[in-house]
């Protein structure tokens, strides 16, 4: 059995599909990229199935158990994670205080954090950090470091509650091309070493197609692709929608929307 496995999903907004039709699946231990132009519907299926949005039609099932429409804090608690934008809090507090505090939900470590809070071991949280690469950093305020070195902590966070599957929309961006690579390659690793399946967007196609297992393509909502990155790279569709040629320039015409976007 998958570890995710997405079925036929659907989101409508105001008639027109963001995301249409879409099945896929994703094993334990494996990078799946989900590639496609701006507007594609890559984000519209993250937040389906991490919580916040709720399909219109479509299953989202984790290892067998569907939890399309469920609230964000019961899907977190079954094993997804994900890299958040940085908390308020975040600023302030040490690396290491950060990672202490991850095993709060994103919404428990703000109400909690002057009152008391169940935070980590130190030993516990050092030996994430020595697995991202920040263990010498412990001690810095999280608002000086590079952002690269952020992007390292947020991992470290979103791996303190120990994800079955994690989401990563676009955590690369705003790096340089070389942070780009090592973050996806750490990634990658710890993907394996920890089992976890990881379903992220990356706009960089050379850091996609060196560290994604499969890909899945995207356009105008529909999966027009997937596969091994040979596959992906030589499919016509793609390249069409890649080197802004032919038709997908064009408006959709969607006979079931009843209007184009
Ligand atoms: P991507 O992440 O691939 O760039 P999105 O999933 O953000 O694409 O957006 C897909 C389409 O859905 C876009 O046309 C976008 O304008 C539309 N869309 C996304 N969120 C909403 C929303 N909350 N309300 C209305 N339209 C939305
Ligand atoms: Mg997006």
Known sequence: MSLLSVERLTKSFDGVRAVDDVSFELAAGQLLALIGPNGAGKSTCFNMINGQLRPSSGAIRLNGRDIAGMRPRDI??????????IAATFNSMTVLENVQMARLSHERRIFDFFGRVAAWKESDALALLDLVGMAAHAH???GVLAYGDVKRVELAIALA?????LLMDEPTAGMAPQERRELMALTARLAKERDIGVLFT??????VFSHADK????????LIAQGDADTVRSDPRVREVYLGTGASSAPRVDSSAGEST
């Open 215 to 222: 890909l899945i393509v995207l356009a105008r909502g529909r």
């Open 76 to 85: 977190w608690r079954l094993g997804v994670g994900r890299t958040f934008q």
């Open 202 to 207: 990356e706009h960089s196609m050379d850091v």
């Open 161 to 165: 509650n120990a994800p079955k599957l």
């Open 140 to 142: 810095r305020s999280c």
